[in-house]
């Protein structure tokens, strides 16, 4: 495993984190039997900074996150979140993240954080987000309840703009620089680099789509994305390469990004993901992605408010 400094403060970050999402069976049941023996894996790949939420089946992740990590808490970087509890179930209050978030360090039988997030910000009012919830984790940093404050969400262009607003410790996007996408480039990273702020990618396999399995029955992307995908996974195939692996490995590659959230669901998926820091793509295997990505990178979603689209945070910047 590499690490590498989560923005100014030297606690070094593995530059793959266990994204838990997969904890809540957001992507398919999985036996709460295997927490342990799936958490355990990730520590003993070196992994040593772990994603969750409460939206993530509703508390489940937390809990079942928490239950695994006990023994080991200690030596792991643990982040939640705060705002989204559920598919349409947002509240960004004060008074709603801080009373809620004593529920997630009851799931998670902990009395602090390391990060604090603001879950999904593309949800909300973004003077609320600015005005009212970031200084609620400010309140909840000052009393030691949480280490560090972060921002979440789909747009890069509204989380560098909310940045540029009100400084936060880290900011974490999902889908927009992974083999189907490089966007998050455009506004979020020079911000990120300029502001001091820790970079967190999330979603290598763009939730999913590049897993070869099952897609997901909510997952948003468009048909055109979903073929690209598969026509990534079949080159993978044919040249005998992890499809999983090459996914998290171009993550990797990137210069200012922390860490790179992954969501494995078994053993198997923790040693695929851990096995892109010792990869090296066949050559010719990058330049037949290009290929079938061509003129299809970057093709996004509807996601959140309609004052909050990417659009309006883009104007005039060019690539
Ligand atoms: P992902 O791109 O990591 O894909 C996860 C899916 O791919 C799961 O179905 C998993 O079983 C499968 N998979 C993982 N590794 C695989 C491998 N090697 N081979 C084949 N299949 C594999 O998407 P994600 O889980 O959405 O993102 C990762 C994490 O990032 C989340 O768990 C969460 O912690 C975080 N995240 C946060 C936000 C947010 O805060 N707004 C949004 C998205 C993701």
Known sequence: MIYKKFGHTGDPLSVIGFGASPLGNVFGSISSEFDRGLV????????????????????????????????????CFLATKCGRYGVDDFDFSAAGVTRRFEDSLRRLRTDHVDLLQIHDIEFGDLNQVVGETLPALTVLKEQGKTRFIGITGYWPGLLAETLERHPTDSVLNYCHWNLLADDMDIRLTPTCERLGAALINASPLHMGLLSGGPIAEWHPAPAIVREKASEIVKLCVRNDVDHGTLAVWKCLQHPRVTSTLVGMANVEQVKSACAAVALQPPTGLLSEVEVIMHGALNIWWPQGRAENQECSFNEGIGR
Do not use: M
């Not at 992994?47 to 409460?54: A, C, Q």
């Open 40 to 75: 355990a894996a990730a520590i003993e790949s070196g992994i040593n900074f772990f994603d969750v939420s409460p939206y993530y089946g509703l508390g489940l992740a937390e809990e079942r996150l928490g239950a695994a990590l006990q023994p080991d808490r200690d030596q």
